[in-house]
């Protein structure tokens, strides 16, 4: 492992896996739409990390190009005022 073999291993199983979501039906629906630019053309996916950010505890993942501090923050509040409201937040 001090080779750096798990390194490449694994960026090579992660774009193995990208590569199926992209050709997979059922895989691909399991992306998300970004909550600042609804752009439902280009769908995102948790694990694309280099273009993706991930709201911690507000359950929206958001591109990482879209994100502005004051719409972040509606977004954060709204998300966090709705897991209150039904009881997720603890």
């Known amino acids: 492992m001090r080779d750096g073999s798990y390194l490449s ?3 090579r199983i992660v774009t ?3 590569s199926h979501v992209g050709k997979c039906d059922r ?3 399991c992306g ?3 909550e600042i ?3 439902e053309a280009d769908v995102i996916y948790p694990f694309d990390v280099a273009n993706t950010v991930t709201v911690r505890n507000g359950g929206c993942l958001l591109r ?6 004051e719409v972040l923050n ?3 509040n ?3 005022f709705w897991t209150l409201a039904v009881g997720v937040a603890r």
């Open 9 to 11: 291993e694994l960026r």
């Open 16 to 18: 193995l896996g990208a």
């Open 27 to 29: 895989c691909s629906a």
């Open 32 to 34: 998300f739409i970004c």
């Open 37 to 39: 630019c609804n752009n």
């Open 64 to 69: 990482f190009t879209c994100r502005n501090c």
């Open 74 to 76: 509606v977004v954060v």
């Open 78 to 80: 709204r998300v966090f």
